[in-house]
């Protein structure tokens, strides 16, 4: 419940007093009704239905005595004419505060959407290291919707709070014993229904479990239909999404009955009620025609109040598993926020003058692990040089990169770019000079136009091209029917591995870095391509400085310096020629290894 409470002030911050116009609207909406109800009983006593003098309904000889003043007939036709226009000018402004209130609700969800999409942005990189994107869209998609509709719901409840109690207000007067002997048996009826609330709860916690686990599943295969497809795995695939559909399905169709028990249970005991007050009222009582009447109307427009207040609850009841994933992630990634840094686009960026060195770096991606991905590492990589970094799968060449671009930071030790630490806002800065091809190239699904201007946002075609033609594709896109503007497809999948390489490389050239970080950017080129773009490379070099991982050894002879690194250590640091001579040493060994195949 406090997590509700804590979205609805977010939503206060958010609407302001906006927020309370519908619930006044929806009082005088409410008032007006009950005047109407008034008067639909002047008008029965207008047409001698009833003794309208004997002072069993209130409040109607008032309404009466300007009315006797006319005709009988006009009298009549003066009241349908004020109860048809009190009725319309309900409905009009019934309409007027909901959309008003429909116009708050989507608002919010606009407002929380933006809120938490910017704070995730703004999540250092460990925060996406420890969570499952599938996870994220969860959250960001039916979480959050059920989150709307949770908001959505109690102020549905606060209106109809307030509807009620200004339909209590009426029946009081109309009668207390008869009011107050219903509003016991709500009471009654609530706190026997409790239990109803606990159990939607429950329901709602393993809605949530089921979707997350139902959107895992989706990433998951769609991700990896290939191996799917290719290792004959699509039964398997296909019984285990059965089971958790027919475990969804469980989940809607017990939440469902629950609803349906706890307002069949009202209606029972509303027929019980309303026979009980009949039978006490004519046979004990002996209650006259017009009051008995009364009493049905009053029941019947009460009590399904508290039926529908009940079912509200336990639909907010289910929806707060949802308030607790939200205010999970937010405690999550307000812990992972980087600093108040500007956006890249506002700071301004940084180059290389001297160095980038590495003193003494620690790094572990969990603290609770004894093993390290980077130990005591120290070296050094001038400005505009050459360095490649080598050694076996899983020896920390990545990780040594990340630390670079200041997505990770050093447990102990530091990495210092022309002698300044790399602090949050160094490392925003000098991402901005950075151009970064990562192992799996990511092209967004757009043309390749707007792919680069995702990078390069003031980039001409001529730039364009030039970029295209270091990466040795400008003949592929010139090929391709639309060129620039042809869209390539999710995650640039209709282009092959190697194709996608050249083109990410593209992108990360058209920036203008001041340092160019290639982390086996061009493992999937065949060697002719893989030529022309060392060659562009060769002719880079001592404008920029450019970092390459790469475990096609022969691709780094120019290089000015070899990093080896192996289980997290540095190894051996040298010029390529040095560290293949160099006897015993493990660049030699993966060097002999490449040349035998
Ligand atoms: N997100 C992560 N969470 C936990 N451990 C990780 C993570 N990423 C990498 N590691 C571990 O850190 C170590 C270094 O990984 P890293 O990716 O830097 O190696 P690498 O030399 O780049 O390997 P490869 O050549 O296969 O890409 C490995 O033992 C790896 O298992």
Same mark, same amino acid.
């Not at 116009?103 to 290291?129: D, P, Q, T």
């Not at 970094?389 to 920390?396: E, P, Y």
């Given at each position: 419940?406090?997590?509700?409470?804590?979205?609805? *002030?977010?939503?206060?911050?958010?609407?302001?007093?906006?927020?309370?116009?519908?619930?006044?609207?929806?009082?005088?909406?409410?008032?007006?009704?009950?005047?109407?109800? +008034?008067?639909?009983?002047?008008?029965?006593?207008?047409?001698?239905? +009833?003794?309208?003098?004997?002072?069993?309904?209130?409040?109607?000889?008032?309404?009466?005595?300007?009315?006797?003043?006319?005709?009988?007939?006009?009298?009549?036709?003066?009241?349908?004419?004020?109860?048809?226009?009190?009725?319309?000018?309900?409905?009009?402004?019934?309409?007027?505060?909901?959309?008003?209130?429909?116009?708050?609700?989507?608002?919010?969800?606009?407002?929380?959407? &933006?809120?938490?999409?910017?704070?995730?942005?703004?999540?250092?990189?460990?925060?996406?290291?420890?969570?499952?994107?599938?996870?994220?869209?969860?959250?960001?998609?039916?979480?959050?919707?059920?989150?709307?509709?949770?908001? =959505?719901?109690?102020?549905?409840?606060? !209106?109809?709070?307030?509807?009620?109690?200004?339909?209590?207000?009426?029946?009081?007067? !109309?009668?207390?014993?008869?009011?107050?002997?219903?509003?016991?048996?709500?009471?009654?009826?609530?706190?026997?229904?409790?239990?109803?609330?606990?159990?939607?709860?429950?329901?709602?916690?393993?809605?949530?479990?089921?979707? %997350?686990?139902?959107?895992?599943?989706?990433?998951?295969? +769609?991700?990896?239909?290939?191996?799917?497809?290719?290792?004959?795995?699509?039964?398997?695939?296909?019984?285990?999404?059965?089971? &958790?559909?027919?475990?969804?399905? *469980?989940?809607?169709?017990?939440?469902?009955?629950?609803?349906?028990?706890?307002?069949?249970?009202?209606?029972?005991?509303?027929?019980?009620?309303?026979?009980? +007050?009949?039978?006490?009222?004519?046979?004990?009582?002996?209650?006259?025609?017009?009051?008995?009447?009364?009493?049905?109307?009053?029941?019947?427009?009460?009590?399904?109040?508290?039926?529908?207040?009940?079912?509200?609850?336990?639909?907010?009841?289910?929806?707060?598993?949802?308030?607790?994933?939200?205010?999970?992630?937010?405690?999550?990634?307000?812990?992972?926020?980087?600093?108040?840094?500007?956006?890249?686009?506002?700071?301004?960026?940084?180059?290389?003058?001297?160095?980038?060195? =590495?003193?003494?770096?620690?790094?572990?991606?969990?603290?609770? %692990?004894?093993?390290?991905?980077?130990?005591?590492?120290?070296?050094?990589?001038?400005?505009?040089?050459?360095?490649?970094?080598?050694?076996?799968?899983?020896?920390?060449?990545?990780?040594?990169?990340?630390?670079?671009?200041?997505?990770?930071?050093?447990?102990?030790?530091?990495?210092?770019?022309?002698?300044?630490?790399?602090?949050?806002?160094?490392?925003?800065?000098?991402?901005?000079?950075?151009?970064?091809?990562? %192992?799996?190239?990511?092209?967004?699904?757009?043309?390749?136009?707007?792919?680069?201007?995702?990078?390069?946002?003031?980039?001409?075609?001529?730039?364009?091209?030039?970029?295209?033609?270091?990466?040795?594709?400008?003949?592929?896109?010139?090929?391709?029917?639309?060129?620039?503007?042809?869209?390539?497809?999710?995650?640039?999948?209709?282009?092959?591995?190697?194709?996608?390489?050249?083109?990410?490389?593209?992108?990360?050239?058209?920036?203008?870095?001041?340092?160019?970080?290639?982390?086996?950017?061009?493992?999937?080129?065949?060697?002719?391509?893989?030529?022309?773009?060392?060659?562009?490379?060769?002719?880079?070099?001592?404008?920029?400085?450019?970092?390459?991982?790469?475990? *096609? !050894?022969?691709?780094?002879?120019?290089?000015?310096?070899?990093?080896?690194?192996?289980?997290?250590?540095?190894?051996? %640091?040298?010029?390529?020629?040095?560290?293949?001579?160099?006897?015993?040493?493990?660049?030699?060994?993966?060097?002999?290894?490449?040349?035998?195949?």
């Amino acid at each position: 419940m406090a997590n509700l409470l804590i979205y609805i *002030r977010k939503l206060h911050r958010y609407a302001g007093l906006k927020l309370y116009v519908p619930l006044v609207g929806i009082m005088i909406i409410s008032m007006i009704e009950g005047t109407g109800f +008034f008067l639909l009983a002047a008008m029965l006593g207008l047409i001698g239905l +009833f003794d309208a003098s004997s002072g069993a309904i209130p409040f109607i000889s008032t309404i009466l005595e300007p009315l006797r003043k006319f005709p009988a007939e006009h009298a009549f036709v003066i009241t349908l004419v004020i109860f048809l226009v009190m009725w319309t000018g309900q409905a009009l402004l019934y309409r007027y505060f909901t959309v008003m209130n429909d116009r708050i609700s989507h608002g919010f969800v606009k407002y929380l959407r &933006l809120e938490i999409y910017e704070s995730i942005m703004r999540a250092n990189w460990s925060f996406f290291l420890k969570k499952r994107r599938s996870d994220l869209i969860h959250t960001m998609t039916s979480e959050l919707h059920r989150v709307n509709y949770g908001v =959505y719901v109690f102020l549905g409840l606060l !209106l109809m709070g307030l509807f009620t109690i200004v339909q209590i207000v009426i029946a009081l007067w !109309l009668s207390v014993e008869l009011t107050v002997t219903i509003l016991l048996c709500g009471i009654a009826l609530a706190l026997y229904s409790r239990k109803f609330l606990k159990q939607s709860r429950a329901y709602g916690d393993q809605a949530t479990a089921l979707t %997350q686990a139902y959107m895992a599943g989706m990433t998951d295969h +769609f991700n990896g239909i290939k191996e799917i497809k290719s290792n004959l795995m699509e039964q398997q695939h296909v019984s285990w999404f059965r089971m &958790l559909c027919e475990k969804m399905e *469980r989940n809607s169709v017990q939440f469902s009955r629950l609803q349906n028990r706890s307002t069949l249970y009202h209606k029972i005991v509303s027929g019980f009620l309303i026979s009980l +007050f009949m039978f006490i009222s004519v046979v004990f009582y002996q209650v006259p025609a017009e009051k008995l009447v009364f009493i049905i109307v009053i029941f019947s427009r009460l009590w399904p109040r508290f039926a529908s207040i009940q079912n509200r609850w336990e639909q907010l009841a289910q929806s707060l598993p949802a308030f607790n994933s939200l205010i999970e992630l937010e405690k999550d990634y307000k812990a992972a926020k980087v600093a108040e840094i500007q956006l890249a686009s506002q700071t301004e960026n940084i180059c290389v003058e001297r160095a980038i060195e =590495y003193q003494n770096v620690y790094y572990r991606y969990d603290a609770n %692990q004894k093993d390290y991905a980077l130990q005591d590492i120290s070296l050094r990589m001038p400005a505009n040089s050459m360095t490649a970094i080598v050694g076996k799968s899983g020896a920390g060449k990545s990780t040594l990169v990340d630390l670079l671009i200041g997505l990770i930071e050093p447990e102990k030790g530091q990495v210092l770019i022309d002698g300044m630490p790399l602090d949050a806002e160094l490392a925003m800065r000098l991402r901005g000079s950075v151009g970064y091809v990562p %192992q799996d190239p990511f092209l967004f699904h757009s043309t390749i136009r707007e792919n680069f201007y995702a990078a390069a946002p003031h980039a001409t075609d001529e730039e364009m091209w030039e970029a295209l033609r270091f990466a040795a594709s400008d003949e592929l896109i010139r090929q391709l029917h639309h060129g620039l503007d042809t869209v390539i497809g999710e995650r640039g999948i209709r282009l092959s591995g190697g194709e996608r390489q050249r083109i990410v490389l593209a992108r990360a050239i058209l920036r203008k870095p001041a340092i160019l970080i290639l982390d086996e950017a061009t493992s999937a080129l065949d060697s002719e391509n893989e030529a022309i773009i060392q060659e562009s490379i060769e002719r880079m070099r001592g404008s920029m400085t450019i970092i390459v991982i790469a475990h *096609r !050894l022969s691709t780094l002879r120019h290089a000015d310096q070899v990093i080896v690194l192996d289980k997290g250590r540095l190894v051996q %640091q040298g010029g390529y020629k040095q560290l293949s001579t160099e006897m015993g040493g493990l660049f030699g060994q993966l060097l002999e290894i490449q040349e035998a195949k």
